[in-house]
């Protein structure tokens, strides 16, 4: 089974943020991106009738993907409340607001419940702002589920799988892509920036 094309197009229409804050790395990831990591968890786990977590869910690209691609129950963490406004009525939009809990917390002090989740499926803050804003992310994640699908800076792997070793995991790099920055933030001066990313998937033993 592999997840098809059309959930790219769905997510790539949905609503973006309103307002996006530098501080919290707020971008919304590309509909092929969303689709290329769903790919690689529903080769996994296969996403038709999964339990996914979904942390810094911002809009809910990744977490509507998911239930669009037949997860039973995504649940989706955000920190920003206006972003988690737009993620309900985003999944509102499409359908799939009976099968999304959103919860609006810090994702450090989120306590998961362990195993909740077959799998998680994130795109976190890459850590360009704030060093190390993405390491409490796969840290909960591997404690909610035995499977993590997420992105982060190309770069950082080699920190990613070392730090994978000591929670007990694997880490493995997936995917490479170009991931569009665009210019909504003063400090930018090109209208698109590319940032090199890496998929990357943990592994609890
Ligand atoms: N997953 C979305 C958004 C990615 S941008 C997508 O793929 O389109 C990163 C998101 O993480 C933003 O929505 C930001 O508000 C959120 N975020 C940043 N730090 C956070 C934290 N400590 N806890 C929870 N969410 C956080």
Same mark, same amino acid.
């Given at each position: 089974?592999t997840?098809?094309?059309?959930?790219?197009r769905?997510?790539?229409?949905?609503?973006?943020f309103?307002?996006p804050? =530098?501080s919290?790395?707020q971008?919304e990831?590309?509909?092929?991106i969303?689709?290329?990591?769903?790919n690689?968890a529903?080769?996994?786990?296969?996403?038709?009738?999964?339990?996914v977590l979904d942390?810094?869910a911002g809009t809910?690209?990744i977490?509507?993907?998911?239930?669009l691609?037949?997860a039973?129950h995504?649940?989706?963490?955000e920190?920003? =409340?206006e972003?988690?406004?737009v993620?309900?009525?985003?999944?509102?939009?499409v359908?799939?607001?009976?099968r999304?809990e959103v919860?609006?917390?810090d994702?450090?002090?989120w306590?998961?419940e362990?195993?909740?989740?077959?799998?998680?499926v994130?795109n976190p803050?890459?850590?360009?702002r704030?060093r190390?804003?993405?390491?409490?992310?796969?840290?909960?994640?591997?404690?909610a589920s035995?499977?993590?699908?997420?992105?982060h800076?190309?770069?950082?792997?080699?920190?990613?799988?070392?730090?994978?070793r000591d929670?007990?995991?694997?880490c493995e790099?997936v995917?490479?892509?170009?991931?569009?920055?665009k210019a909504?933030?003063g400090?930018?001066?090109?209208p698109?920036?590319?940032?090199?990313?890496?998929?990357l998937?943990?592994?609890r033993g």
């Amino acid at each position: 089974m592999t997840v098809e094309g059309s959930v790219a197009r769905v997510v790539d229409e949905l609503e973006g943020f309103p307002d996006p804050d =530098p501080s919290l790395e707020q971008y919304e990831t590309p509909g092929e991106i969303v689709l290329a990591m769903l790919n690689v968890a529903d080769s996994e786990v296969g996403i038709e009738g999964a339990r996914v977590l979904d942390l810094g869910a911002g809009t809910g690209r990744i977490g509507i993907g998911a239930a669009l691609a037949g997860a039973t129950h995504v649940t989706c963490v955000e920190v920003d =409340p206006e972003a988690a406004e737009v993620l309900k009525r985003n999944a509102e939009r499409v359908g799939v607001d009976d099968r999304i809990e959103v919860i609006v917390e810090d994702v450090s002090g989120w306590d998961p419940e362990p195993d909740g989740y077959d799998v998680t499926v994130m795109n976190p803050p890459f850590g360009c702002r704030r060093r190390g804003a993405d390491r409490p992310f796969v840290e909960k994640a591997l404690r909610a589920s035995p499977l993590v699908v997420s992105l982060h800076r190309a770069g950082t792997e080699g920190f990613w799988r070392r730090r994978a070793r000591d929670l007990g995991a694997t880490c493995e790099v997936v995917g490479m892509v170009r991931f569009p920055i665009k210019a909504s933030f003063g400090f930018h001066r090109k209208p698109v920036e590319f940032v090199d990313a890496v998929v990357l998937k943990f592994e609890r033993g």
